[in-house]
């Protein structure tokens, strides 16, 4: 007789994989059915919200779409080591996919992705904190990818910005992500997976992200993929930098609803 494995649970001989059931997406892009009813131009709809993880100083969480991601700050923090001292702060970002969050399973330890990520979270977030502010400390940034349907570093730094304005780190303005994908005659306004370079259909022929400071009209992050000519390039950047100062709005009306919370809480002890 074969071996048997006492720990693995056996389904029945008749039992169906539960890929069978799985819709297929379609192999041709059709930019006329996106998701949530869209345009080429609209962005999905966002959900934010503060105060997420009570032992972090802030923290903020993003839905846009499917893609949910959660952002914790902490610090700043006086640095352990002498070797590390600097009289400009530091900051550091670490930027991991939960197991769940993509289509295959992540593994738990960071992969090469997760670190090229985070090193381009965390560089955007250091030019946009008033580190000079904090000498001889940290601040760490921890963001989890709860569900990646595409956008997943641009709803990132929205969060972190976010996160960073709750836990009251001084900034010269607020980081806001955009992410643009380009076809051969057309500009598609934060894709979802499917819409993503390197998909299925191949029409996409690049995509843009940025990581933007609308008041100060600053691009702190650019990220491109796929062969983009000058022309193509120039387009892409005037969508996102654009895209980002139309969700500045829904960024600072959540700071304005937890100030007064804050607000109404003090009044009330």
């Known amino acids: 007789m074969p071996p048997v494995d006492t720990r693995r649970i056996s389904g029945p001989e008749s039992s169906v994989p539960y890929t069978a059931y799985q819709t ?14 869209r345009t080429v131009d609209s962005h999905r709809k ?18 846009q779409g499917k893609t949910k991601v959660m952002v914790g700050v902490y610090g700043p923090r006086e640095v352990q080591r002498r070797s590390d001292f600097s009289m400009a702060g530091v900051l550091t970002a670490e930027l ?15 992969d090469r992705e997760e670190q090229e990520l985070g090193l381009v979270v965390g560089e955007a977030l250091s030019s946009t904190v008033c580190l000079h502010r904090y000498p001889k400390s940290a601040i760490e940034v921890f963001v989890t990818v709860i569900e990646d349907d595409g956008g997943v570093v ?33 500009v598609v306004v934060d894709p979802d997976r499917r819409e993503q370079y390197g998909m299925e259909g191949g029409e996409v022929v690049g995509e843009v992200t940025v990581g933007y400071l609308p008041s100060l009209e600053q691009v ?14 120039a387009r892409g950047l005037a969508a996102a930098t ?3 100062a139309i969700v500045l709005p829904a960024v600072q009306q959540e700071l304005v609803e937890k100030l007064k919370k804050k607000k109404l809480k003090e009044n009330q002890m």
């Open 24 to 37: 297929k997406a379609p192999s041709k892009l059709d930019l006329a059915n996106r998701s949530e009813g």
């Open 46 to 63: 966002i959900f934010l919200s503060t105060g997420v993880i009570s032992q972090a100083k802030g923290s903020a969480y993003i839905e």
């Open 96 to 110: 991991k996919f939960a197991p769940f969050a993509c289509t295959t399973r992540r593994g738990q330890q960071a």
């Open 154 to 186: 641009a709803a990132t730094l929205t969060a972190a910005g976010l996160a960073l304005a709750d836990a009251g780190i001084h900034m010269f303005d607020i980081v806001v992500g955009s992410q643009v994908s380009l076809t051969k005659d057309e």
């Open 220 to 233: 702190v992050a650019c990220m491109c993929e796929g062969v983009l000519q000058t022309e193509d390039l």
């Open 242 to 244: 654009q895209q980002a």
